[in-house]
């Protein structure tokens, strides 16, 4: 089944402790990208990639980092998290441009 | 970068037809998307237009009037499943990112 996979669903962790969210996807899709969605404020971009070893920032890439060393993977990275990095973070991927963006079921982190 | 604008909340009937506005503003306009997302889940993909005019797709149409930046989304027959937040994400020449618009959250009642 072609999907995108995002682990953990849900992580409650303290602030400083670097923690990673991980995401693949199985369609062989060159873009792959993070957003961070909260209330009332919509789905904001992170960081997104365009193809291997091809990283960008998004809107708001302040304290994460990511890397894409193969083509299925693009974890996220939050070196020393704190508690305004809560909020729901979701991984998507698709071919290039024109193309819809297939979501991955999301990751709820709550930093105290 | 791209100034996105939806209203946020529409409640409609169960039967009827509701249409969902979006406007945008941006240079290298490059498509429009609209998602559906139920809450707290993923947002799933319903339509895309890239030049102006009606697609249509079921119980859903889009609209695109590229001059205007303006597109809409219309549902029809609105069934209960139908509430939800739809967003619309406008796409970029050169670089593939999408913006994403805050959301509209449509509610439907019996």
């Known amino acids: 089944e072609a999907q995108v996979t995002q682990n953990p669903r849900y992580l409650i962790t303290v602030t400083g402790k670097k923690l990673t969210v991980t995401c693949s996807q199985n369609?062989?899709?060159?873009?792959m990208s993070w957003y961070r969605q909260d209330p009332g404020l919509g789905l904001r971009q992170i960081y997104y990639?365009?193809?291997?070893?091809?990283?960008d920032k998004g809107d708001v890439p302040e304290g994460y980092k990511v890397s894409r060393k193969e083509k299925r993977n693009f974890p996220l990275i939050l070196e020393s998290p704190s508690p305004n990095q809560t909020s729901l973070y979701f991984c998507a991927s698709s071919f290039p441009t024109g193309s819809p963006l297939h979501f991955g079921n999301g990751t709820r982190l709550t930093v105290t | 970068g791209q100034n996105i604008d939806q209203p946020t909340e529409m409640t409609a009937t169960e039967g009827a037809i509701v249409q969902i506005n979006c406007t945008y503003q941006?240079?290298?306009?490059?498509?429009l998307f609209w998602y559906q997302q139920h809450a707290g889940e993923a947002p799933t993909f319903l339509s895309y237009n890239v030049l102006d005019g009606l697609e249509e797709k079921g119980r859903f149409s889009s609209f695109l009037s590229r001059s205007k930046g303006y597109s809409y989304l219309l549902l029809k027959e609105l069934q209960m499943k139908d509430s939800a937040s739809y967003l619309c994400?406008?796409?970029?020449?050169?670089?593939?990112?999408?913006?994403f618009g805050k959301g509209n959250q449509v509610v439907v009642i019996p």
């Open positions: 994400a406008v796409s970029v020449y050169g670089n593939n990112r999408l913006a």
């Open positions: 990639s365009m193809n291997v070893e091809v990283t």
């Open positions: 941006t240079s290298g306009f490059n498509g």
């Open positions: 369609m062989n899709h060159e873009y």
